[in-house]
């Protein structure tokens, strides 16, 4: 069984671009959520997905929003890119929402200058 | 503000020993506190988990010691191996319908040969 996969691997952005991130969860799995991981400030929720809709929201600004497509992939968008968004953007899908055992992909590695 | 502090944040372990990571959390409502294991390059991988109703999980060399009263738990890795050395997180989340856990900041462990 395919694991969750997450594309590009690592992006270079300037500051005031904008970024679309992509994850495909493990076949079967209807919730995507995103994390951003940083050495300062670790592991943080972003939002979580399930049947399409955005079923649960971290506290981050506006500037980053998903959605998720009828096949479950999901997508993640930052938009107006700031220095302070670069980290390891990490993609986790589980069979239901509210599922406790997630599956982690590679994240992806955004780096803006 | 932390809702769940781990420490150490590094540890140096010789092979065969005990690795042991702390992690204590505020929040009274987190029912499900799991451990995650994460190698450069990768996603965060579920290790093992416990529930408040238990005071100790075992999976084979991976143990985790819950304390309710103390709102303590702590990851326990008996003879301890240099395939072990990675970053470890615990999380804590509460119930509700969805999952939005909360990180520690990670502990990094370098097991010797």
């Known amino acids: 069984k395919a694991g969750v996969t997450q594309t590009p691997r690592y992006l270079i952005k300037t500051r005031g671009q904008q970024v679309t991130l992509s994850c495909s969860p493990i076949s079967g799995h209807r919730s995507v959520s995103w994390y951003q991981q940083t050495p300062g400030q670790g592991l943080q929720f972003l939002f979580e997905y399930f049947s399409e809709t955005q079923r649960n929201k971290g506290n981050f600004p506006g500037r980053f929003s998903g959605r998720q497509f009828s096949n479950s992939r999901s997508e993640m968008n930052v938009s107006t890119l700031e220095l302070g968004d670069s980290a390891l953007y990490l993609c986790a899908s589980s069979f239901r929402q509210g599922n406790n055992e997630q599956f982690f992909g590679p994240g992806t590695r955004l780096t803006v200058l | ?113």
């Open chain 2, 1 to 113: 503000q932390q809702q769940v502090k781990q420490s150490p944040q590094s540890l140096i372990v010789q092979k065969g020993g005990i690795s042991i990571i702390n992690c204590a959390y505020e929040n009274t409502a987190f029912d499900y506190f799991p451990w995650y294991q994460q190698f450069p390059g990768k996603g965060p991988a579920l290790l093992i988990a416990i529930r408040p109703d238990v005071s100790e999980k075992k999976e084979g060399r991976f143990t985790i010691s819950f304390n309710k009263s103390a709102k303590q738990f702590s990851l326990h890795i008996m003879d301890s191996q240099p395939g072990d050395s990675a970053t470890y997180f615990c999380a804590a989340s509460s119930p509700g319908g969805s999952y939005i856990p909360t990180f520690g900041r990670g502990t990094s462990l370098i097991v010797h040969p």
